[in-house]
């Protein structure tokens, strides 16, 4: 039996090591967060953060996550409130804040993968250009973010209020 720490919370698995990451959250943990897009990595609607790097769930075994900490888009705002250095999770993590600023999902599927590629991104560069947002997106994972509905000016939008929230020290 594995066990995982995911947002934060130490959990045992009764999974085989070598079943992906994305079945355990949805099947066995109740984590709905990562969804499934295709299955082989392409899309990126699965993505979460494993010690920080976004890994695509889908294709990633649960054994190899022993000792990792895996985030999701559940588990952003207590990875917010750590990096502050609060004790308490309040309200949303700057990127999921301004996705409904800026209104970006439509039909939902991709948006939080997207959210966790642009955390990944902001916590690295905390004042990215359109192209920097563009690369994080399409070029620096296994394959590009898509989203099937087309709300890639949205996502861009969203990306530049989050970098202006978290640079604020906090979402609204």
Partial sequence: MARLKVNGVERAVKASDDTPL???LRGELDV???KFGCGLAQCGACSVLVDG????ACVTPVGSLEGKEVTTADGLPARWAKQR?????TGL??????????QVPQCGICQFGMMIKVTELLEANASPSDDDIKQALTTSGPSP???RC???TAILEGAHRAAR???QGAAK
């Fill in 22 to 24: 994305l079945y355990v």
């Fill in 32 to 34: 709905m967060t990562p």
């Fill in 53 to 56: 790097e976004e890994v695509r």
């Fill in 85 to 89: 250095g609060m004790s308490e999770t």
């Fill in 93 to 102: 993590h700057p990127v999921q804040q301004a996705w409904v600023d800026e």
């Fill in 145 to 147: 973010h898509l989203c």
């Fill in 150 to 152: 087309g709300s890639y």
């Fill in 165 to 167: 929230l978290m640079a």
